[in-house]
């Protein structure tokens, strides 16, 4: 058994491999994250490579469509759980990866199947994905999903349904306004850390490899939507709140996940603007959106 340990967002986390697996083959995009630092972490994942286990006789909560890949989550009366992580189906749709999990999320089991390693990599990747979001989720830690451009040394994140355009904004902001490097484009990580709000990097950037151990103060949060016209304003709280929640990777069905992540969202609203933005992807947009969150030194 190889153990790799990793600090994600400030969080311990510990992977148990298989001796026929290096961690940088399986899961290359946390290499910037390693850590030798002692301490009590926030999981554990143990991985083997075999056939599924047989869920059949756990209830089954549903069948969920995560970016194109199909999902599946069970659950004991003891509140353990268990997901089926399948390819995206333009992959071909198979199953990558079974993974169990106490209530706490705690100490998590990945079984890989299939021979692929792209299969392998895949599977791992969401299984670790989901555990550091609900182990973390009493922790002031949200898994969010958003692109964040950095400027002045503060975080801007852009949040919005996949395909609405939040890494053309970002990549706009890079183009037009000097000094913009970008922290992360897909489920970078947010905390609140003695009442400051942060933007962590992480090693899950969806289709752009930009897997950073970097971190900044949040200067705004945006929410965009593809309009004829440029326009912005600052959300109300409540408002605020009913946008961010469906960002966060969650289970609405847990109630020690769901409370968590309500309270997290709670104690990040007070010191961070939420804005909305309709826009164009064009050069305007980013001096609108950039006018109206810019945070002054």
């Not at 390693?34 to 999981?43: A, H, I, N, R, W």
Request: net charge negative; with cysteine.
């Amino acid at each position: 058994m190889t153990t790799a340990r990793y600090k994600v967002a400030e969080h311990l986390l510990e992977v148990r491999l298989p001796d026929t697996m290096t961690p940088r083959d399986i899961i290359p995009s946390f290499s910037p994250f390693v850590s030798e630092e002692e301490g009590d972490v926030l999981f554990t994942m143990e991985v083997s490579v075999g056939t599924a286990p047989d869920f059949s006789a756990w209830e089954e909560i549903g069948q969920f469509d995560c970016g194109g890949a199909n999902h599946g989550v069970y659950r004991q009366p003891d509140g353990s759980y268990a997901f089926e992580i399948s390819l995206p189906d333009c992959d071909g749709g198979a199953l990558s990866c079974c993974m169990t999990a106490r209530d706490d999320f705690r100490r998590c089991e990945a079984v890989l199947t299939g021979d692929a390693l792209r299969q392998h990599q895949f599977g791992l990747n969401n299984a670790l994905m989901m555990a550091f979001a609900f182990a973390a989720a009493e922790q002031d830690t949200l898994l969010v999903h958003a692109s964040v451009i950095r400027h002045d040394g503060r975080g801007y994140l852009f949040t919005a349904p996949s395909g609405t355009g939040k890494s053309t904004h970002t990549w706009l902001w890079h183009k037009y306004i000097p000094g913009c490097d970008l922290m992360n484009d897909d489920n970078p990580v947010v905390r609140v850390v003695e009442g400051e709000a942060r933007i962590y990097g992480s090693p899950w950037s969806g289709k752009t490899p930009c897997y950073r151990n970097i971190w900044a103060p949040i200067g705004a949060i945006t929410r965009i939507e593809q309009k004829l016209e440029n326009t912005i304003r600052r959300m109300a709280v409540v408002e605020a709140f009913a946008t961010l929640l469906p960002a966060v990777s969650s289970m609405k069905w847990d109630r020690r996940v769901y409370n968590g992540i309500c309270q997290a969202i709670g104690h990040l609203l007070p010191t961070t603007p939420v804005f909305w933005l309709g826009c164009r992807p064009d050069e305007e947009a980013v001096r609108v959106c950039f006018a109206a969150v810019k945070v002054e030194s």
